[in-house]
């Protein structure tokens, strides 16, 4: 009789492996993490430069720069760099000469660190120019 218990048992075990069900998990929502969205706004004197410093908490994020405004005149073109910064001036990693607009004038995925930006007049200024740029980064 113990033979035919331990067979039956053996087979009742086959049979409820050969089943298939599926585990339900909790679906887990993670949260979407948002850039912070910066305004940088200074006045650049005729001839003159201005340094602006933002830090990057989260390193592999987007690092976008977007040029909102310049004037008087409006659309004013300015001598734009962004860098890091060295003592009291700013290593220039990228720079180019150009004019506000909603499209962003530097993307990219950037490490985590102190950045800075530097706006300066390339001659077109005929008094003080007040500028706004955005900088979203993670």
Known sequence: ????????????????????????????????????????????????????????????????????????????LMGIGLGQPSGTSCSLASSGQVRPSAVPIFSDIVPAGTYCLAIQDVGAATGPITYIFDVSHY
């Open 1 to 76: 009789m113990k033979r035919f218990l331990v067979v039956a048992t053996i087979a009742g075990s086959s049979i409820a492996c050969g089943q298939t069900s599926t585990p339900t998990i909790p679906s887990q929502t993670q949260p979407s993490i948002q850039p912070t969205i910066e305004r940088l706004t200074g006045t650049v004197a005729v001839g003159g430069i201005d340094i602006k410093t933002f830090a990057v908490n989260r390193s592999n994020g987007n690092l976008s720069l977007t040029f909102v405004d310049a004037g008087p005149p409006a659309g004013t």
